[in-house]
């Protein structure tokens, strides 16, 4: 069984930021494939479900990012759990994807968590925010409110990372890095 993290902050004030495109993703595949996320205890959201014919469970830690690994050690996760983890990535140019098999944290603090309690060896889709403008704080960044046009972009991309998810589950890992991990947005004309 599939168990997808989207990686993300608590609260309303950070609902709508890049460093919540996670949680984004996680709250759009429960609405495609009417999956119920439910509280459980202070940590964690959850819920169970089937993506096509195959069971998964989605999971927003409701720790702080820099927790998430904590958050997730109360799910439990055995032998038969395969982990994705989904999350901002600034190295990446907005819009593009990186699905990989597993890997490094590149220096993100959720990642770093997790890979602290569990191991580098899950699976991950890289959802790129780009870098911040010159003379912007990466963390200003990454927690400040999106402009309306920038909702629009985001969402485009949280659609996408979407289809990623979907695709590794359904698919497979290797079927969803040559569909997704293209170098450019652009499209042909």
Not at 47 to 56: F, L, T, W
Not at 92 to 98: E, I, K, S
Request: charged letters at 25%; one cysteine or more.
């Amino acid at each position: 069984m599939w168990v997808i993290v989207g990686l993300g902050n608590p609260g309303a004030e950070y609902a709508q930021t890049r460093h919540n495109i996670g949680f984004m993703v996680v709250e759009t595949i429960a609405r495609r494939w009417r999956i119920g996320l439910q509280e459980m205890g202070s940590m964690l959201r959850l819920g169970s479900g089937r993506i096509a014919e195959h069971s998964v469970r989605l999971a927003e830690p409701y720790a702080f990012m820099n927790r998430s690994g904590e958050a997730l050690a109360q799910l439990g996760l055995e032998a038969d759990h395969t982990l994705m983890v989904v999350y901002d990535d600034l190295d990446l140019a907005a819009g593009q994807l990186r699905v990989r098999p597993r890997g490094s944290s590149a220096g993100h603090r959720g990642v770093d968590s997790i890979v602290d309690r569990f191991g580098s060896g899950f699976a991950r889709i890289r959802v790129g925010i780009g870098r911040p403008p010159e003379g912007c704080d990466v963390v200003d960044y990454v927690l400040a409110p999106l402009a309306p046009a920038e909702l629009v972009d985001i969402t485009t991309s949280v659609e996408r990372a979407s289809d990623a998810v979907e695709c590794v589950v359904i698919d497979g890992t290797e079927v969803a890095m040559n569909r997704f991990n293209a170098r450019s947005m652009a499209t042909p004309e």
